[in-house]
């Protein structure tokens, strides 16, 4: 059974940090690109960044770009979103997904995990 186990969220305020990890089990983690997906209420779901089966290769929505970090590490079968610098506008449910190809396109996940809730508050 595939299961991607989403965690790390929480309240923080503006300008803080919060560093979300995603566990994975059930697939060949070392095979497929990961990505951060988010969704606000009344929003549709939203690209955040991805990262390449062997971690050498990232990609960013503009709106997180230089505030967030994406990470793999292969032999603990996690993925990783390091978030510094958190606004208000990233509060959001945020998932973690697994996909065949290395896209920011949401169609092209194949796993998802059932996601973790950040709010940004002071």
């Known amino acids: 059974e595939v299961q991607l186990q989403a965690s790390g969220g929480g309240l923080v305020q503006p300008g803080r940090s919060l560093r979300l990890s995603c566990a994975a089990s059930g697939f060949t983690f070392s095979t497929y690109a990961m990505g951060w997906f988010r969704q606000a209420p009344g929003k549709e779901r939203e690209f955040v960044a991805v990262?390449?089966?062997?971690?050498?290769?990232?990609y960013y929505a503009d709106s997180v770009k230089d505030r967030f970090t994406i990470s793999r590490d292969n032999a603990k079968n996690t993925l990783y979103l390091q978030m510094n610098s958190l606004k208000p506008e990233d509060t959001a449910v945020y998932y973690c997904?697994?996909?065949?190809?290395?896209?920011?396109?949401?169609?092209?996940?194949?796993?998802w995990g059932q996601g973790t809730q950040v709010t940004v508050s002071s």
């Open positions: 990262i390449s089966w062997v971690p050498g290769s990232t």
């Open positions: 997904a697994a996909a065949e190809a290395y896209s920011p396109m949401a169609r092209q996940y194949r796993y």
